[in-house]
Every structure is written in structure tokens, then in C-alpha cells.
């Protein structure tokens, strides 16, 4: 057997003791878990903080390491982050340097760099964050006040998405392409140039439910009733139509559909279970897609957190992946599973919500002890850290990923603390 195959083979011993040794994931072993994550993540968790510089004008946050670069819903997952960690203004500094690049007819780029919007196939548009950016930041704060001057500019933003990405046959939304939703080979979508715009994605209609919700409540606060009834409304329908179209009962399961043809994809993935953090489907049916697949060992629920694809589906994989497309197709994304671990709290799951905190906080650990940083997905079965390899990285050294990864820090506080601020409800749609 050869040092390095032998090495790898150590390696994955380690880790599965590692977890095993705290199946039980007993208060005392998630602190002792939560003590060990806090220390390490204070001297990695600056490296995502940039100061303002050329274009960007205030300072603004990175997914460290790999990128170099302002993203959309990765400053949005790194600014919640902060948030829970009591530092509201950088959040809000995210909010601000992205309204500061919205241009006159209501797009801006998903990436921002400090010489400018970032040119990615085209007209990349952002992720719909902003406006829960913007809320989150300002309760946090206790001050809406800054929100005003920047206001129709966020509603430009939202006029804008609903003209180039919102179907009003179906009443739903639509990615232009797999990447441009982040989850960037995502299965369930298409990179293909020929079938553009084609599919009504769940994660997408999700993401604008809580951004009209999010404008309802920041319009209230805004002393601006008629709008905060207005996208109240707007967040109804749009749940009206998700479940209409995209949920099928039968199957108990959310898919994405087809605009030519209004057939589902049944491809289960990430983003099948993204309605499941807001309040769109009735309780037991939630509980039943959670228990079915979501937990389900053989669909979603791997050793080491929860898939991005399905296990039973025919391109599941945990190859090392960061160009041209990251891998969504089966590794383990830490935002992902923030996003799946408020489900499982939201509806009940809190034994099983405890487990995936604690595996999620052993795995970062041990990444950060092999490398000194983390990685942006995790292999399924293994938990080793996939992209970006040396390989991969600048000059073929070991670039890292910080970013979202952040979150497993307040998923553990929230078991270990009790503090848990990031699982808030917008509101009531109409």
C-alpha cells in the first residue's frame, strides 16, 4: 500500500471516529463541539472582511481563500453570520455596496469586484437577498433609517426580477441557467445555451417569497402601509402558485417545472427543499417530505450532513469540482444545510437538528486541523473536504474556502446557547 493511499485511509478512519465517538451528541459534547469551532473560526473568520476600496464603498465580504471577489448570496449567508455574532453593520455595509451598483433600469450583478460589476455570462443578475439583507441588518441594529434613501432602488431591483425572470403564466420564477442560481450543475436546472430560462425553479420562488415579505416589513417600518400590503400580497400569490404548480402531494415532494411544458423535473436536489424554511406548506405535509427524503438515508441524509442530490439519482457523485461549475450533485454544502437544519427546527426535527449541527461542527474541525482552512463542499460519504484542491488553487497551494462555512458556528450556538436569532419568520403572507 503506498504513504499516500495509506494516508487517505487514516485519514477517513479518523474522521468516522470522530463522529462516532459523539453519536449522542450530548449538550456537554456539542459546547465542548461549539468551544473548539468558536476558536478556530476567530482567526479565520476576519480573512472574509474586506476593507472598502475603488468601487466598493464600504467594507464588503468574501468567501476567502479561492475567491477574491463580492458575491451576492455568499455576503448574504457571511453577513447573517455576522449578524448572530453581534457585528449587524457588515450586513448592512453588503446591503449598501450592492444598491450602490444598481443600475437605472433595476439590475445589478450577482459579483461585484472594486474595479466594478463583475461581466459573468452576461447579464448575471443577483440572487433575491437583498431586501432580507436589508431587514435582518435593520433589526439587528434597532435602525430602519438607512434603509429610506436606498428604497426605490429596491423596489427597482424587484420590478426589474419580476420583468426578466417571473413567468405570469404560472405566477412563478425562473433561474436563466443552472449557475446563475449558484447551485451551479444543479441537475434539476440546465447550463445548456439552448434552453435558456426554461425551468420554474423552487429555490428561486423561495428566495422572492421572502424578499416580498421582506419589503412588506421593511415598508411597514418605512411608514409605508400601501406598499407593505402591496408585496404582501405578492408573496401570497406567489405561494399560491408554488403550491399549485410545484408541490406534489402524491409524491409529497416540490419540484421544478417545466415552462413549455408544465411537467415537473423529478430530480430530488438541494433545491427541492429550500420552500421548507418559510411558511408554505402545511405542517404535516412538511413533516412528511422531511421524514421521507430528507432524513431518508438512502435520498438526502449522508454520514456526514445532507446531500446536495439525491443518493438514488443517476448523476450522484463527490468529485472535486470548482471549474468550470462547483459541484452541487451530491457533496455537502454547509449553506445548504444551515438552510435544511432551520427546516428541521422550524418543524419540529430538534433531535435530528442537534445530530447535523454536531456532525457539521466535527467535520469543519477536522478540515481546519489537516489544513489550517476549510473547504467550500464536503465529500457525502467520507467528509473530506472536495474543492478547492492544491491542484486547483493559485500557484498550486492551498487556497481555502471561508464563507459560509461561518455557519455552522451559529447552528452549533443555537444548540450549545440557545441563541438561535437567525430562525425569524418575515410574517404572514396575506
Not at 54 to 82: R, T
Request: hydrophobic share 40%.
Amino acid at each position: 500500500m503506498s504513504r499516500l493511499i495509506r494516508f487517505a485511509s487514516l485519514t477517513a478512519i479518523f474522521l468516522a471516529s470522530i463522529v462516532q465517538s459523539y453519536a449522542a451528541d450530548k449538550p456537554d459534547n456539542l459546547k465542548q463541539t461549539l468551544t473548539q469551532v468558536s476558536a478556530a473560526y476567530a482567526k479565520l473568520e476576519p480573512q472574509s472582511i474586506r476593507p472598502a476600496e475603488g468601487f466598493i464603498k464600504y467594507d464588503y465580504l468574501i468567501p476567502a481563500g479561492y475567491y477574491k471577489q463580492m458575491w451576492d448570496w455568499d455576503g448574504f449567508f457571511i453577513g447573517s453570520h455576522l449578524v448572530q455574532q453581534g457585528k449587524p453593520q457588515y450586513l448592512k455595509f453588503w446591503v449598501l455596496d450592492f444598491a450602490g451598483a444598481i443600475d437605472s433600469d433595476g439590475y445589478v450583478a450577482g459579483c461585484i469586484t472594486t474595479k466594478g460589476p463583475r461581466p459573468l455570462m452576461g447579464r448575471f443578475a443577483m440572487k433575491p437577498f437583498l431586501a432580507q439583507g436589508a431587514l435582518i441588518a435593520s433589526e439587528a441594529s434597532g435602525d430602519y433609517t438607512w434603509v429610506e434613501p436606498i428604497w426605490e432602488s429596491m423596489r427597482k431591483v424587484i420590478t426589474y426580477r419580476e420583468k426578466t425572470q417571473f413567468d405570469p403564466k404560472y405566477g412563478l420564477f425562473f433561474w436563466e441557467n443552472a449557475i446563475s442560481s449558484g447551485a451551479d450543475n444543479n441537475v434539476a436546472l440546465t447550463n445548456d445555451p439552448k434552453d435558456k430560462s426554461a425551468i420554474l425553479a423552487t429555490d428561486i420562488s423561495t428566495f422572492q417569497f421572502r424578499e416580498y415579505k421582506a419589503m412588506a416589513a421593511l415598508a411597514a417600518k418605512l411608514g409605508k402601509p400601501d406598499e407593505a400590503l402591496q408585496y404582501l400580497q405578492k408573496a401570497a400569490d406567489l405561494k399560491a402558485a408554488m403550491l399549485k404548480y410545484m408541490w406534489f402531494p402524491k409524491e409529497a415532494m416540490f419540484y421544478n417545472i417545466r415552462r413549455d411544458t408544465g411537467q415537473p423535473v423529478r430530480r430530488i436536489s438541494y433545491n427541492s427543499f429550500v420552500p421548507l424554511i418559510d411558511d408554505i406548506l402545511p405542517e404535516k405535509d412538511a413533516k412528511q417530505m422531511i421524514r421521507r427524503y430528507l432524513l431518508n438515508k438512502d435520498v438526502m441524509l449522508a454520514p456526514y450532513g445532507i446531500r446536495s442530490l439525491s443518493k438514488q439519482d443517476p448523476d450522484y457523485n463527490n468529485q472535486a469540482i470548482i471549474v468550470p461549475y462547483s459541484n452541487w450533485q451530491g457533496p455537502i454544502w454547509i449553506n445548504a444545510n444551515y438552510m435544511n437544519y432551520i427546516s428541521l427546527k422550524r418543524y419540529g426535527f430538534d433531535k435530528e437538528a442537534r445530530e447535523l449541527s454536531g456532525i457539521l461542527g466535527r467535520m469543519v474541525l477536522a478540515d481546519i486541523a489537516k489544513w489550517g482552512s476549510m473547504h467550500e463542499d464536503y465529500n457525502a460519504e467520507t467528509g473530506e473536504g472536495l474543492a478547492p484542491t492544491p491542484e486547483e488553487s493559485p500557484n498550486h497551494v492551498f487556497a481555502g474556502f471561508v464563507g459560509w462555512n461561518l455557519l455552522v458556528q451559529d447552528m452549533l450556538q443555537c444548540e450549545a446557547q440557545g441563541k438561535c436569532t437567525f430562525l425569524r419568520n418575515y410574517g404572514a403572507a396575506r
